[in-house]
């Protein structure tokens, strides 16, 4: 995680880049059209990231001179994957990734969840006696 922080006037001029959809002090949102343009400018026309990025209006300066080819690595192993789909989707790489959410969740999913957990458990615990007697008779 890069230790950077944007100043407001940054942000701003981040901002008018067509190519950004969101800035922050810590991160930049790139358009998903950015990332598959990107992406097809570095397989097609062999550009360095640097460049595609500099062309693309950003000041390297400013981002970080490491930012476009971790990014671009990031994009390209997406787009490995999934293809320009991936790159499309709103969370490139941090699908499913965590706790699940508890917060808002009817009492009714959480029994069932609760029941499934204890199913899952009790499917375990036989298992492991089988296992153990198994072990016994050898």
């Keep these: 995680m890069s230790k950077r922080i944007f100043t407001k006037e940054q942000m701003d001029e981040l901002l008018h880049n067509p190519n950004v959809t969101k800035c922050s002090e810590k991160s930049i949102t790139f358009s998903k059209e950015f990332k598959v343009s990107a992406v ?3 397989y097609e026309e062999g550009l360095p990231p640097s460049q ?27 787009y490995n994957r ?16 965590g706790r699940p959410k508890t917060k808002d969740i009817t ?22 006696v089988e296992l153990r007697a198994k072990k016994r008779t050898e």
């Design 107 to 128: 009492p009714e999913y959480k029994i069932k969840r609760l029941e499934a957990e204890v199913a899952y458990l009790r499917a375990e615990n036989d298992f492991l």
């Design 82 to 97: 999934k293809g320009n789909d991936g790159l499309r989707q709103d969370k490139g790489r941090c699908v499913g990734i």
């Design 40 to 42: 097809m400018r570095y």
């Design 52 to 78: 595609i990025f500099t062309e693309a209006g950003f000041d390297l300066d400013m981002i970080g001179t490491d930012t476009p080819k971790d990014r671009l690595v990031d994009w390209r192993r997406i």
